[in-house]
């Protein structure tokens, strides 16, 4: 077990048209200095390998240390129910899925199998789908637990393994049977929803015992034996949204309210044309989407000066701000699923001293993934 580096005692890099460091098959020709070649194009980010290169496998993890658990605050009812079945599908080396709401606290409810999967020596990963829930997963973790924890994501560490990491997918392609517990937070969502070459390589970097966590699971993950939490851990309803039609004046009079405001837009392209539209009506806007760098930097902001912020999908998962309030601007684009729909909602209503908070739909046409969204929160709200 170990990470995959180039060396000239291992195997060929690349065999049968697929890369053996992230079992890719988008290998293209080019020239090498030993003459006509083929190199891998998927992992590219960990370094270039050719046909003529050699892969070996070194183990790269820590020596092996217990850890002490310091939790941030004592779980409620329904969350200790998921923290006991979590435990037991670890001694009975279940996978295993939690369906539990936005803002239920999934992060703190698997602290406990953590704990006792590290202190008997074994491994655990973290896989999340984006960078800023890594650093945050990251950052609880750290003021958790005693050992330290592995960031292998972009700008973390990328050379060693410990007994805790947190990664994102692309950078697991070269690490094989490494982690004896994994845990894929916000598994329905991008990437992971649309690139099966990551769950090979989640798969490949754990050695059979997966924990799948979301709101909004898809179909088959729904096969695996499933624990529910329908309550946040503040015991408030979720928010249900408001079918709201769309006009320039429905979205200013939203965003003339004195709390923070979160909208949502389809596209790039969106945020340019809404933000245009609200800064000419005297608002100031700020912008989010896959390009922004900082986009920590933003999340401050809007709390701490109730502004607003016009963001892409990129923001429908692991962003909380106190006393939001949520507006998706063409909810009815093809773009916003109904799990999308039912995640920036969630950002609503989080915290236990602003348990609530309003969400519109703004829609130019009304479409069955509204409305599904908004069922599926009220099914909730009555369980």
């Known amino acids: 077990m170990g990470q995959l580096v180039i060396h000239p005692d291992g195997q060929r890099a690349i065999r049968f048209g697929m890369c053996q460091r992230c079992l890719s098959t988008d290998v293209r020709g080019f ?10 194009r998927n992992c590219l980010h960990l370094g270039r390998v050719c046909r003529c290169d050699f892969l070996k496998e070194l183990d790269v993890t820590t020596p092996v240390e217990p850890t002490e658990l310091v939790m941030p605050f004592d779980l409620s009812d329904g969350q200790e129910h998921v923290s006991e079945q979590l435990l037991k599908w670890w001694e009975t080396k279940t996978s295993g899925l939690v369906h539990a709401v ?55 560490e990328k050379d060693t393994v410990g007994m805790i990491t947190v990664a994102t997918a692309p950078l697991l392609l070269n690490l094989k049977h490494v982690f004896d517990y994994v845990l894929v937070d916000e598994s329905d969502a991008f990437p992971f929803a649309f690139d099966l070459s990551l769950w090979w390589t989640i798969r490949r970097a754990g050695k059979g015992v997966f924990l799948f966590v979301t ?6 993950q729904r096969q695996f034996p ?18 709201v039609r ?15 405001r979160l909208l949502f837009v389809p596209t790039k392209a969106d945020l340019v ?12 806007v700020r912008m989010v989407s896959a390009d922004t760098n900082e986009r920590t930097d933003t999340l401050e902001w809007l709390a701490s000066t109730n502004g607003i912020v016009l963001a892409t999908s990129i923001w429908e998962r692991g962003m909380t701000v106190r006393g939001v309030d949520v507006a998706v601007i063409e909810s009815e684009h093809m ?29 130019n046409e009304r479409t069955w993934r509204q409305d599904r969204a908004i069922e599926a929160i009220e099914r909730a709200n009555r369980r």
Not at 31 to 40: D, R
Not at 215 to 220: K, Q, S
Not at 275 to 284: E, H, N, P, Q, V
Request: proline share 6%.
């Open 31 to 40: 020239t090498c200095l030993h003459g006509s070649c083929s190199y891998c």
């Open 226 to 243: 499933t624990v529910h939490l329908s309550r946040r851990y503040h015991g408030h309803d979720l928010p249900v949204p408001t079918l």
């Open 273 to 284: 044309r809404y933000g245009a539209r609200l800064t000419d009506a005297g608002f100031t």
């Open 335 to 363: 773009l916003f699923t109904s799990r999308g729909l039912i995640q920036m909602a969630g950002r609503a209503g989080r915290k236990p001293d602003a348990p609530t908070g309003d969400v519109v739909f703004f829609y």
């Open 246 to 260: 769309q006009t320039d004046e429905a979205i200013i009079a939203f965003c003339q309210r004195e709390t923070p």
């Open 215 to 220: 709101a909004t699971p898809t179909v088959w």
């Open 102 to 156: 936005c803002g239920s606290g999934k992060t703190e409810m698997a602290f406990p199998v953590i704990e006792r999967v590290v202190n008997v020596g074994k491994r655990v990963l973290i896989v999340s789908p984006r960078r800023d829930v890594a650093i945050e997963w990251a950052d609880r973790l750290e003021r958790a637990f005693s050992v330290p924890i592995t960031r292998r994501y972009g700008g973390g």
